[in-house]
């Protein structure tokens, strides 16, 4: 009788592995996506590198300086709500937001006219302009009064300059009035002015 022999174990196949490429890839793509936000923003609008207080919207947390001559009563500073109202004596919300000085003015002008004032004689001007904000790679990041002429580049140097994994190249900026962001570049380029109500994001190099 022949004797019978077991039958040598099988290996097992180790187990498929993904292709190198693929797998480099993957990483690429997880490093990439943090700054795909910034990365498809659009240069800043000649228009909006120009702009500057000509024009100017009142909004929210401006605080406005207003004159009846001749009424101290009614003679005062007033801010302007989250709502873009402010709250004017006798006549009661005057809505201010997204307005022009000289549209708050002639409203003001008229409702004050014939049933409280004779021949109301109004001045409006903005007493203190609302803060800007700025965000991201910058050693103090936050609110900051807002100051006429400041520039992008001095409000990073406000916030205590970049960080040391800061994109320095360039930031991101949204007006208050604009959906979203837009890019600015910081070097050898024309200085960009803050305006009030601005938010500037300073990004993260991943190169």
Known sequence: MIPQTEPAPRRSLPARRRPISALVAMLCLSVALPGCAGSTAQPLSMADQ????????????????????????????????????????????????????????????????????????????????????ILGEVNKPGEYPYASGMTVEQAIAKAGGFTYRANEKAAFLRRQTATGESSVLLRGAAPVAVLPGDTIRVGERYF
């Open 50 to 133: 120009a702009a500057g207080l000509a024009g100017y919207r009142v909004g929210a947390g401006d605080k406005l300086r207003i004159t009846v001559f001749n009424e101290p009563t009614l003679t005062g500073e007033y801010n302007v709500a989250s709502n873009g109202a402010v709250a004017f004596p006798l006549i009661g919300v005057v809505q201010a937001g997204n307005r022009s000085i000289d549209d708050v003015t002639h409203e003001i002008t008229g409702r004050l006219s014939g049933a409280y004032v004779n021949d109301p004689r109004v001045s409006v001007e903005v007493l203190n302009y609302r803060p800007f904000y």
